[in-house]
Nanobody, 126 residues
Framework: QPQLVESGGGLVQPGGSLRLSCTTS????????IAWFRQAPGKEREGLSC????????NYADSVKDRFAISRDKAKKTVYLQMNSLKPEDTAVYYC???????????????????WGNGTLVTVSS
């Protein structure tokens, strides 16, 4: 049974940075892509980024491109989301997930947003 646990959220001032972690177990990052999405209060879930199992290529939503960076450490079975230049509108619960059979590009364009864990809350406020 795959397990994904998010961590690293917290309170940060506008313009600040945070690095989120997605610790995985029960499967190998050699064979499974990992994606991040978020849900802000009162809003729909928004796909953010994805890293491909095949070649480590990455995809981003326009809203976070150039500010967020996804990466992975296969040895630690962990995927990271480095978030820079944070804005108040980035306030949300952040989740990592398995895109399943979809390519990263297809997953970002889809509405598939299944949460495996409880997410980690990011609050951007002064």
């Amino acid at each position: 049974q795959p397990q994904l646990v998010e961590s690293g959220g917290g309170l940060v001032q506008p313009g600040g940075s945070l690095r989120l972690s997605c610790t995985t177990s029960g499967f190998s990052l050699d064979y499974y892509s990992i994606a991040w999405f978020r849900q802000a209060p009162g809003k729909e879930r928004e796909g953010l980024s994805c890293i491909s199992s095949v070649d480590g290529s990455t995809n981003y939503a326009d809203s976070v491109k150039d500010r967020f960076a996804i990466s992975r450490d296969k040895a630690k079975k962990t995927v990271y989301l480095q978030m820079n230049s944070l804005k108040p509108e980035d306030t949300a619960v952040y989740y990592c997930t398995l895109p399943g059979p979809l390519s990263c590009e297809m997953w970002l364009a889809s509405s598939d947003r299944k949460n495996w864990g409880n997410g980690t809350l990011v609050t951007v406020s002064s």
